[in-house]
């Protein structure tokens, strides 16, 4: 990349910053794309299973389109299959039915979706523009996540084609049984499904705020991937801040 290059992705570069506390990293984007009025997403509080309806307002019935139990049952993805038992395979099994779209958001594909992963939500809409939160429980997950994706800023109908994602600091204080806790952070494609951890080190003493700071941690995706930030432990609690950017490298060759 020569220099004026350079400057121009400057120019087209946008800080980014996220925080999160217990229970406000997101687990899944998911929108209603089908052709009917309404379409709602239910999670369910001592299953975990996520319920799919559609049609008229306040007369939705479920989505035959998507079915993920043996034997069948439609319009529900019962995540103690071994077929949905991942928030990958959710994801997917969603995107297989022409009437729904979801991305992952705050975590990766082979963390487990099953009962208690996410928060219960009753039946929300999803035909809404930037698609639905579905929102992860960190007593039951272990890590507080957060990703640096043009998603989350933009909403579910973006990707993140042509752009780099950069992490400059990160801030935690988690609550850890035995200071065992960590800080990962990966790098990802979602459109090719791959996953790759790119740092780890120590987290801070439980209850402890730690900052790594910006001299020395910069860290930059491959282009076209996102960043995840993850804190993790036996036991977690507490929150999570990134500061980031993300630069449009309008350029096929870099």
């Not at 801070?204 to 001299?215: I, K, Y």
């Amino acid at each position: 990349m020569n220099l004026e290059q350079a400057q121009i992705a400057a120019l087209l570069s946008n800080k980014r910053g996220r925080f999160a506390a217990d229970d406000q990293d997101v687990g899944i984007l998911v929108k209603y794309v089908g052709v009917q009025a309404s379409g709602t997403v239910e999670v369910t509080v001592t299953t975990g299973d996520i319920t799919f309806k559609h049609g008229a307002l306040s007369s939705e019935v479920v989505d035959t389109t998507i079915d993920s139990a043996n034997p069948s049952d439609p319009g529900v993805i019962d995540v103690s299959e071994t077929n949905s038992n991942t928030f990958g395979k959710v994801v997917d099994m969603i995107n297989a039915s022409p009437n729904w779209e979801a991305k992952l958001v705050d975590c990766l594909r082979a963390d487990p979706s099953t009962a208690g992963m996410l928060l219960t939500m009753g039946a929300t809409q999803a035909k809404v523009t930037g698609g639905l939160k579905l929102y992860k429980d960190t007593s039951a997950t272990l890590n507080i996540s957060l990703a640096i994706d043009r998603s989350i800023f933009k909403g579910i109908e973006v990707d993140n084609a042509l752009w780099i994602n950069t992490i400059l600091s990160i801030v935690s204080k988690i609550t850890n049984v035995s200071d065992d806790n960590l800080i990962q952070i990966y790098s990802i494609n979602r459109v090719n499904k791959t996953e790759e951890k790119i740092y780890e080190r120590a987290g801070g003493a439980t209850t402890v705020e730690q900052v790594l700071p910006a001299s020395g941690l910069e860290l930059d995706s491959y282009r076209d991937d996102i960043l995840l930030v993850r804190a993790i432990g036996t036991a977690c609690a507490g929150y999570l801040c990134i500061n980031g950017k993300q630069t449009n490298f309008n350029n096929p060759d870099y």
